[in-house]
């Protein structure tokens, strides 16, 4: 049977103590480890990987992949421990969501968008072209609702590329990416981004957390700048969208 490993995490600036099966685990956290004492803990077992298993065979079914990709227990794992990390955090006002965080002069611009309409390539060109700009994450940062600002948090889950830095941030604006022939960006509605907003977010399945990080959506998508960019991927649109969200 596989041993325990043991160690304490700092997301969002709520420390967790975590049990792993595999080392990797922890080296993968590395650069959010703490020496603070935790507040609440969790422990990833061998069925909870097996269900991440399952999780991918669904998903790789519904996309009718052509080719049957095994995923290693050690990844499973890391998969099992954010979505387990999702329930406490949400005590403190944090979820996970997908996108990706750039921060320029301490304040945060989180783009979002379903997989493969460009955030990754637009978050290149913010580092190309916006001086200053970093990534906070490229893939799954959390958001903390907090009684004066929404935050931008770092996390170990920086997707494909490796996008991130252990940092937080308050958000500036949030930002829905569509493909267009031109770059524009407008300020939206509440109500015109809220499905992709919730479609963007971790869900967790048990219904009382499930009504729990809605509530935090609705608060974080009524309390910060909302906008949808048109952009074609041309370095023009990370200065268009940069000049239309940023503080006056």
Known sequence: MQSSVSFTISLADVPIAVSVLYPSTKDFCRNYLTDKEPICSVEI???E???ERQRAKAQRE???ALQRRISS???LETLALYRKLALPLLDYGAFIFHGSVLAVDGRAYLFTAPSGTGKTTHTRLWLDQIPGAVVLNGDKPLLRVKERDILACGTPWQGKESYGCNMICPIEAVCILQRAKENHIEPIT???ALGVLIQQTHRPEETAALC???DLVGKMGS???LYRLGCNMEPEAARVSYEGMRRA
Do not use: H
């Open 73 to 75: 227990d050690i990844y």
């Open 223 to 225: 309390r910060v700048k």
């Open 49 to 51: 990987i097996d269900s």
């Open 45 to 47: 077992t061998e069925q």
């Open 190 to 192: 509440m109500s015109e």
């Open 62 to 64: 519904r996309e009718g």
């Open 212 to 214: 729990r990080t809605l």
